[in-house]
T-cell receptor, first 116, second 114 residues
Framework: AQTVTQSQPEMSVQEAETVTLSCTYDTSENNYYLFWYKQPPSRQMILVIRQEAYKQQNATENRFSVNFQKAAKSFSLKISDSQLGDTAMYFCAFHRGTGTASKLTFGTGTRLQVTL | KAGVTQTPRYLIKTRGQQVTLSCSPISGHRSVSWYQQTPGQGLQFLFEYFSETQRNKGNFPGRFSGRQFSNSRSEMNVSTLELGDSALYLC?????????????FGPGTRLTVL
């Protein structure tokens, strides 16, 4: 079974600064997908970024980028130029690439607070 | 394109009752997955439906069931409610082209069991 670990329960960053959230996972699969979702106080789960394991290039989406280290099974999220609206819970999630069934395995989340 | 919708948004029930939650996926999405979110257990996968068939099931008791209709809308049912069933229930939909399509989530249904 796959497991996802987020070792930082809470983090704080000042507006306009950069912050990195950590995620490690354990799997015997070679083909898989990794995601970061954010869940603001509204509780709506919003996709931040997605990474395919077969791609060596790290995914980026505007101010959000990942550092994907397949051998180390590490998938960290970097948020640049942090904004107050980035305040949320951030979840790292794993999806097997084989088969057709959809099932996300989530980490326990990191609560990020962006301050003035 | 409208997002995933879930109804109702909030629900209060008492122990022993049953409840039905509804999820309408994004237009064109054929896969619907359900997750339970609690402070203690985090986000846990309940089940997934595709083309009206349950394709995958998490480790939950038989009191939790679901179904999917021909228009891809899905319902989940919890019978004989227990206090521990209090949670945010999230529905997610994806196109499902055979690979790991991105799942898009609805706003959730907050269930409180008294």
């Amino acid at each position: 079974a796959q497991t996802v670990t987020q070792s930082q329960p809470e983090m704080s960053v000042q507006e306009a600064e950069t912050v990195t959230l950590s995620c490690t996972y354990d799997t015997s699969e070679n083909n898989y997908y990794l995601f970061w979702y954010k869940q603001p106080p509204s509780r709506q789960m919003i996709l931040v970024i997605r990474q395919e394991a077969y791609k060596q290039q790290n995914a980026t989406e505007n101010r959000f980028s990942v550092n994907f280290q397949k051998a180390a099974k590490s998938f960290s999220l970097k948020i640049s130029d942090s904004q107050l609206g980035d305040t949320a819970m951030y979840f790292c999630a794993f999806h097997r690439g084989t088969g057709t069934a959809s099932k996300l395995t989530f980490g326990t989340g990191t609560r990020l607070q962006v301050t003035l | 394109k409208a997002g995933v919708t879930q109804t109702p948004r909030y629900l209060i029930k008492t122990r022993g009752q049953q409840v039905t939650l509804s999820c309408s996926p994004i237009s064109g999405h054929r896969s619907v997955s359900w997750y339970q979110q609690t402070p203690g257990q985090g986000l846990q996968f309940l089940f997934e439906y595709f083309s009206e068939t349950q394709r995958n099931k998490g480790n939950f008791p038989g009191r939790f069931s679901g179904r999917q209709f021909s228009n891809s809308r899905s319902e989940m049912n919890v019978s004989t409610l227990e206090l521990g069933d209090s949670a945010l229930y999230l529905c997610a939909s994806s196109v499902n082209r055979g690979l790991a399509d991105t799942q898009y989530f609805g706003p959730g249904t907050r269930l409180t069991v008294l």
